[in-house]
């Protein structure tokens, strides 16, 4: 049984104001003397030092992966910690632990959320086993700006694929409600950044942001009400400013809109460093007064600054900070632990857990969940699927390299990863590898032998793409393009054999000027983890039929950069009959389309998709959408069905296509399915100027198709 509120309230009241103050402090282990620094940081811990005995008063701990040292710290702190209040372990596992799986954005290309749920379910056994508590995972930061690195860790553009993956997530990690104090094969997740990070300026790292409330509710709120309703047991704040205020000491922010109005009731945990940025924002003038800040804020846990510990205590004392807020905010971390169980077992069964880390199973998952993860954007002359017989050349900098597990790979490690040729040269015959050394650059010699190598095959297969570390946190790039060493090579190749297929390792979408038209079929692979060259191979043989669907525009040129499908119409729009017009908004140098839009990715098959439509205009309205879906080609496969909706006329100005509903339906060779789709009133709504949830009575339009440039099926009046 693990402890009512009313025994947590009889242990808060047993605590010194020390004791209280360490339950929200946040350390790495390598402050732990048992440890010799194996923990993994990830910022600066400047001169932040806990003194002497206290370090057995903190309430968690952050970056360890490692089974032997979280328990030998929790065994040590035990031993000391006078109330026996067990350390709660979290750590970033964001697309899996020693298993990588592919970056949340290829998840979220799969437009499956069973997908999404299965990588944190699998991710969370690992933890289990390596006496993990709770992952600071799912980041649902929505972002339409490819230069931020952070574009790969998230769900990408479109705010309600951003829930639904949110959603599956927090449910993957955690399981049923309450299912986590029992269960141990279960972790805590954590929603994150609370809010707005995505929309850093110029994609700059850790840059200003500037959002207006509308954009706020209607865009960026739903992903992390969705993770709340499913019972995400912590939030991070974000590290930009909300209307001045850095998320960390905005108490508009967290008091009033997440607590009160979203209905949060878990603790909320400040980013790496975060209650010190207070005063580099210039909002707090020293220590003292970032720490009153953040905890009257509402901020529970200081992440990696001696803030709170330096601080909090003094602050009570002088009557600055009432006890209460402290008192709340101990509850809350205490509460936590109560719901993992850490009351009951504080290592959650990780000392008996054993065997299902890395092990064929996982694999085996990671491998499937790589095929729905990967988009097709280019197939011309059926060069793909591949032929058993052909003679192929894999050249570039990505054919060799185990670096295919992107950035945030938790304690997964490079050599456990299947690289593109392993899996190649294990299926086809007559296969010459021709590595190149560097992403960034390509030798004389390198270009000889890949141009021999080129000479000499029937299919052409380049592997190119960023670095793993060139996306992720402070990895903001102004030039979106493959590298230029990798640009002449694609040159160099066609003018020697023009049947190139393209498969590309990245973590954001790339502007592919001089790729994407020298490939004759260009396949997306993301970072797809330790299962990546398997994954692969089985989509370019033919063995798996690719599925997935661009969660993020891809631009044609990084000069469109915001460009996203859900725009808004503008007063001046470019329509097809204003093409001439001076005054309509666009560029004079590049055009407003995208070179791929949001929702696209091609099949080996064709499907053929037809709709009804049935409107029920009395209260409750609702739109019912009966589509039958065919598959027309010779190879099974899955397509995804994609609902669109246009308000015409609004309170407010309304986006011209809005994604309502998706489905991945799966079919065989000829198979034909019905799918409903049912829109209720619900979906009509929108925040107005005075953030009312509204619906007007007016003109729709809806779109019915396999990408966001869906063809307009109907409008009506409802
Ligand atoms: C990142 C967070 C991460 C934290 C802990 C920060 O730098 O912004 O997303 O969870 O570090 O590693």
Redesign the pocket.
């Known amino acids: 049984m693990t402890k009512t509120s009313k025994e947590l309230q009889a242990l808060l009241a047993k605590m010194t104001i020390n004791e209280k103050v360490g339950q929200l402090v946040q350390v790495t282990p390598s402050f732990f003397e048992e440890v010799e620094g194996t923990g993994i940081?990830?910022?600066l811990m400047g001169d932040y030092q806990i003194r002497g005995e206290d370090i057995y008063e903190v309430g968690s701990v952050?970056?360890s992966y490692d089974k032997a040292e979280i328990a030998s710290i929790q065994q040590a702190y035990l031993k000391k910690n006078r109330l026996g209040i067990p350390l709660l372990f979290?750590?970033?596992v964001?697309h899996g632990m020693k298993t990588i799986f592919p970056i949340p954005l290829a998840l979220a290309a799969s437009f499956n959320p069973e997908v999404a749920e299965a990588m944190a379910s699998w991710s969370a056994i690992e933890c289990q086993e390596a006496g993990i508590h709770l992952t600071?995972?799912p980041?649902v930061d929505l972002t339409k700006d490819p230069r931020w690195g952070?574009v790969m860790?998230g769900n990408g553009e479109d705010s309600y694929l951003d829930a639904q993956m949110a959603r599956a997530f927090v449910r993957g990690y955690q399981g049923e409600k309450g299912e986590l104090a029992t269960n141990y094969a279960k972790i805590g997740s954590?929603v994150?950044?609370f809010i707005g990070?995505g929309l850093v300026e110029a994609g700059r790292e850790y840059n200003h942001v500037s959002v207006s409330k509308l954009d706020l509710y209607q865009n960026h709120l739903p992903a992390f009400q969705a993770a709340i309703d499913e019972g995400t047991t912590l939030v991070?704040t974000a590290?930009n400013t909300i209307d001045g205020l850095p998320a960390v000491g905005n108490k508009p922010l967290i008091d009033a809109l997440l607590r009160q109005e979203m209905g949060f009731k878990g603790p909320v945990i400040a980013?790496?460093?975060a209650i010190n940025q207070l005063m580099t924002h210039g909002v707090a003038e020293d220590q003292a007064a970032a720490a009153k800040l953040a905890i009257t804020s509402g901020c529970d846990i200081d992440?990696?600054t001696n803030s709170y510990y330096d601080n909090l205590a003094t602050l009570v004392d002088s009557q600055q900070v009432a006890i209460e807020a402290i008192d709340q905010a101990v509850l809350r971390v205490l509460q936590l632990k109560a719901d993992l169980g850490l009351f009951e077992d504080p290592y959650r069964g990780s000392q008996t857990a054993q065997g299902q880390t890395l092990g064929t199973t996982i694999q085996t998952a990671a491998r499937q969940i790589g095929h729905e993860a990967m988009v097709l954007l280019k197939n011309e002359q059926q060069v793909l699927p591949l032929k058993p017989t052909q003679r192929l050349a894999l050249i570039g900098p990505k054919a060799t390299s185990q670096d295919v597990l992107g950035a945030?790979c938790g304690y997964g490690e490079q050599k456990d990863a299947i690289s593109f040729a392993e899996a190649l040269t294990a299926q086809y015959e007559e296969v010459t590898v021709v590595p190149v050394n560097a992403v960034h650059e390509l030798t004389e010699i390198e270009l000889i032998q890949a141009k021999q190598a080129a000479r000499d095959c029937d299919v052409v297969i380049l592997a190119l793409g960023e670095e793993g570390e060139e996306t992720g946190?402070a990895a903001s790039k102004t030039d979106i393009c493959l590298p230029a060493a990798q640009r002449k090579l694609i040159q160099e190749i066609q003018a020697v054999n023009p049947t190139i297929v393209t498969v590309l390792f990245n973590g954001r979408p790339l502007d592919l000027t001089d790729v994407a038209e020298r490939s004759t079929a260009i396949l997306e692979a993301w970072f797809l983890g330790t299962q990546a060259g398997n994954s692969i191979v089985d989509i370019l043989s033919g063995t798996v039929n690719p599925s997935g669907k661009l969660p993020m525009t891809f631009p044609m040129t990084v000069g469109q950069v915001p460009i996203y499908y859900n725009h808004m119409n503008t007063g001046n729009p470019l329509t097809p009959e204003r093409q001439q017009e001076k005054y309509s908004s666009k560029y004079l140098d590049a055009p407003n389309t995208p070179r791929y839009p949001f929702g696209y990715g091609l099949s080996y098959s064709e499907f053929i998709l037809t709709s009804e439509i049935t409107i029920t205009k009395e209260e409750p309205v609702r739109v019912d959408i009966t589509c039958q879906l065919k598959n027309n080609g010779a190879y099974a496969g899955a397509e995804v069905i994609q609902v669109y909706l246009r308000d015409r006329v609004g309170q407010v100005t309304r986006p011209v296509k809005e994604l309502k509903r998706f489905e991945k339906v799966f079919l065989e060779a000829g198979e034909q399915t019905t799918v409903q789709f049912e829109l209720t009133a619900e979906d009509f709504t929108y925040y107005n100027a005075s953030l009312e949830k509204v619906r007007d009575t007016g003109w729709y339009d809806l779109f019915i198709g396999t990408d966001s440039s869906a063809e307009k099926i109907m409008d009506f009046y409802l």
Request: proline share 0%; charged share 20%; hydrophobic share 50%.
């Open positions: 940081v990830t910022g952050l970056g979290m750590a970033d964001i600071f995972s980041m952070r860790e954590c994150k950044h990070y991070m590290f980013d790496w460093g992440m990696m945030w946190e």
